[in-house]
């Protein structure tokens, strides 16, 4: 089917007005928010209902042409980039959400809803939607889903996939799935709900989303521990947990994450410490006193030499917010940020820190990291210049360096940005070739002609392992 062909049907099914094919249109889908990827889809196209979703599917499946979900394009793993060119699916028309349910304590939404926005939406009726990847304000509920996020609160409410009740998807044939309910039990066959959270759009075109809600808590509060020694902080973590407490929020950043943040934003940031915990509650007021109270003194037993504890609500939202400056601040160091996703066991927390350290001064680079401490997901981020093909050979030595660390302590290679293009190669690492050999099993039941996201999570090959000596 030719180019032109393929624009006149698809305008058929949404509408001419929904369709972009002109180059500097689709120049603008040619990147998502991972660095150095990029590749021109043919058509962009924008459907409004399922219906149209499903008649999208039935052209290219019998047309065999490629198809690419996508919301915001937030991700930061490759995850909607069409290598292939083909139709960008982007979700964003479908933007509604559909209901919320005070009574089952659900809400059911359009994929092209924002994570920012269903927050908004549920708190006003005195409920709470947990999950909060940084990029909230932008990213959608659709590929909060898919890409199964995580985000500041992981550690004591989880991440996406903890909350999905219920699915409606399109497969590539056209097919609509139902998966799920507002049931709270529900265990009739396999969990095709949790199978398809996380699939990186290489499954099904999910359209339609219930997920579980929970009461708002009555308030939070939140502190912010400063550390000379970074082993301080890791072991201050490990104390925390330890003592029975699961902050809302335990995250760190080290040195040079401070320095970039207050350099960006300006907001009383300890420029001479060597780490900062950012450290959160929320629930009863009288166990968020006790909890923030108590986790302050383990935090100066450890070696804290100041802990600064938000007088207000107001107060205690500055301090996120300068957690969630740290992309940006690092970004605008050099014309490249690479922003990487390795986890560890909080035990592991300093020493893969320790590593990630020694691995920047070993290939020259500048690595900062900061990230979700009370689940040992870090961000190791290098600021770099992709048109210095030298450094970015660095750049790729260093990060395989830094996953194979990750492995060796019995971490994994990603915690909450997925696995899309950029860490393919690295999955059997981590789910071994039994592993690899069932995930292609998968993908072949649902996508038997693989013109969904194609390209993606599956290993093209598999990168050999490195051997990781300390010192």
Known sequence: MGDAALIQALQRIVGEQHVLHAPADLAAYAVDATPLLRSLPTVVVFPGSRDEVKAILELASEKRIPVIPRGAASNLSGGTIAIEGGIMLN??????????????????????????????????????????????????????????????????????????????AVLPNGAILRTGGKNAKDVAGYDLTRLLVGSEGTLAVITEITVKLLPKPETKRAALAIFDRLEDAGRAVARIIENKIIPCTLEIMDKGTIKAVEEFAHVGLPTDA??????????????????????????????????????????????????????????????????????????????????????????????????????????????????????????????????????????????????????????????????????????????????????????????????????
Request: hydrophobic residues 40%; glycine residues 10%; charged residues 25%.
């Open 91 to 168: 979700m964003n028309r479908m933007n509604r959400i559909i209901e919320v349910d005070a009574a089952n304590l659900t809400a059911t939404v359009q994929p092209g809803v924002t994570t920012a926005q269903l927050a908004r939406e549920v708190e006003a009726r005195g409920l709470f939607y947990p999950p909060d990847p940084g990029s909230q304000v932008i990213s959608t509920i659709g590929g909060n889903v898919a890409e199964n996020a995580g985000g500041l609160r992981g550690l004591k409410y989880g991440v996406t996939r903890d909350y999905v009740m219920g699915l409606e």
């Open 274 to 471: 060597a780490a900062v915990l950012f450290i959160e509650q929320d629930g009863p007021r009288a166990v968020v006193d006790a909890d923030i109270e108590l986790a302050g003194r383990l935090c100066r037993e450890e070696g804290a030499r100041d802990v600064k504890v938000a007088a207000t609500v107001e107060e205690g939202t500055k301090l996120a917010e300068a957690r969630r400056f740290a992309l940006p601040a690092l970004a605008r160091l050099r014309p490249t940020c690479v922003l990487e996703d390795a986890t560890v066991p909080r035990s592991h927390l300093a020493e893969m820190i320790r590593f990630i350290e020694a691995t920047a001064k070993k290939y020259n680079l500048l690595i900062c990291t900061f990230g979700h401490a009370g689940d040992g997901n870090l961000h190791p981020t290098c600021p770099c210049d992709e048109r210095d093909h030298e450094e970015l050979e660095r750049v790729e030595k260093a990060f395989a360096e830094i996953f194979d660390k990750a492995v060796s302590l019995g971490g994994t290679i990603t915690g909450e940005h997925g696995v899309g293009i950029a860490k393919q190669d690295y999955l059997e690492w981590k789910i071994g070739e039994a592993g690899v050999a069932v995930s292609k099993g998968i993908k072949a039941v649902f996508d038997p002609l693989g013109i969904l996201n194609p390209g993606k999570v599956l290993p093209k090959a598999t990168r050999k392992r490195l051997v990781v000596r300390q010192g």
